[in-house]
């Protein structure tokens, strides 16, 4: 069975850093690209950023480019996320989900999800 | 404001059918790609429900079918149940924003 398990979020004030990992286990974790999607309360979906399975290639939305670093250790079946210059509007549940595939891209869809972190930011 | 745009709400009765549109533009939807639909049911996280426009991963329910004309996606649920009350969210891939997704519907079961 597939499991994604998040961890790391909580409070950060503004201008803060936190890292988010995503524990995968019951499928082969080195062929899977991987993703971040957030979700504010009460409102939609926003992707974040994708790492295809080898780390090669990453690809961040606008809103967190230059400020979140994808990253994943395939030793330890782990995704990350780093996330710096915290502010206000980063508040929001934050999904990893797996591609269907090795590589992201026009065929990306989010085969599976996990189960969620809150990440809260306020002073 | 999202890049595809889905109606707020939708509901019907129980047994009815109901629809769910997703419409985008020539640089998402309308270039061919893909359109995939999440199921978000109160307090969970979101669940892959069709993907690669009209595909139902295994243990979807038939009643869930999807389809793509141009521009435009639809999701379509007959036989509406009272666990069918969910947030439900479409996905495409855009040539300059990457993966993007649609506002989100609210399915009412009546």
């Known amino acids: 069975e597939v499991q994604l398990v998040e961890s790391g979020g909580g409070l950060v004030k503004p201008g803060g850093s936190l890292r988010l990992s995503c524990a995968a286990s019951g499928f082969a974790f080195n062929n899977y690209a991987m993703n971040w999607v957030r979700q504010a309360a009460g409102k939609g979906l926003e992707w974040l950023s994708s790492i295809s399975a080898s780390s090669s290639f990453t690809d961040y939305a606008t809103s967190v480019r230059g400020r979140f670093t994808i990253s994943r250790d395939n030793a330890k079946n782990s995704l990350y996320l780093q996330m710096n210059s915290l502010r206000a509007e980063d508040t929001a549940l934050y999904y990893c989900?797996?591609?269907?595939?090795?590589?992201?891209?026009?065929?990306?869809?989010?085969?599976?999800w996990g189960q969620g972190i809150l990440v809260t930011v306020s002073s | 404001q999202s890049v595809l745009t889905q109606p707020p709400s939708v509901s019907g009765a129980p047994g009815q059918r109901v629809t769910i549109s997703c419409i985008g533009s020539?640089?998402?939807?309308?270039?061919?790609?893909?359109v995939h639909w999440y199921q978000q049911l109160p307090g969970t996280a979101p669940k892959l429900l069709i993907y690669?426009?009209?595909h139902r991963p295994s243990g979807v329910p038939e009643r869930f079918s999807g389809s793509k004309s141009g521009t435009s996606a639809s999701l379509a649920i007959t036989g509406l149940q009272a666990e069918d009350e969910a947030h439900y969210f479409c996905q495409s891939y855009d040539r300059s924003l990457s993966v993007v997704f649609g506002g989100g519907t609210k399915l009412t079961v009546l």
């Open positions: 690669g426009n009209t």
């Open positions: 989900a797996r591609d269907p595939g090795g590589y992201y891209g026009s065929g990306t869809y989010l085969q599976y």
């Open positions: 020539s640089s998402n939807t309308g270039a061919g790609y893909d």
